[in-house]
């Protein structure tokens, strides 16, 4: 098992959970982060004074599925959340152990 820490811009989020509906992932986690990667941020002007804005928003998306669920997201992702500009985000994949389904007990793929 996987588990995938999606971080996208907010405004992908719809086709981002479109992915995940089509390749059958069960259960999802959403959360408002802020964050700032290569770019750094952004320089902005108000009122004539400049100031800096580097802590954009991003939406991380959690979810833990099958290794090769997986594979097939993180392609699916690739290819349609890329705009091919800085911020588009990151996928972070790490192994899973074991999941336990607190309600029946059950461990494994079963419980995800």
């Not at 971080?7 to 964050?35: F, Q, R, S, W, Y």
């Not at 954009?56 to 992702?77: G, Q, R």
Request: proline letters at 2%; one cysteine or more.
């Amino acid at each position: 098992m996987k588990k995938l820490e999606i971080v996208i811009k907010p405004e992908k989020l719809e086709d981002l959970k479109e992915i995940l509906d089509e390749c059958k992932a069960n259960g999802l986690m959403i959360t408002n982060i802020m964050g700032y990667g290569n770019q750094k941020g952004y320089k902005q002007l108000y009122r004539g004074a400049e100031y800096k804005v580097n802590l954009l928003p991003k939406v991380k998306v959690e979810s833990v599925v099958d290794d090769d669920i997986a594979a097939v997201i993180v392609d699916k992702v690739v290819e349609q959340i890329n705009t091919g500009n800085y911020g588009d985000g990151k996928i972070f994949i790490y192994d899973v152990e074991d999941v336990v389904r607190i309600r029946t007990g059950e461990r494994g793929t079963e419980a995800i």
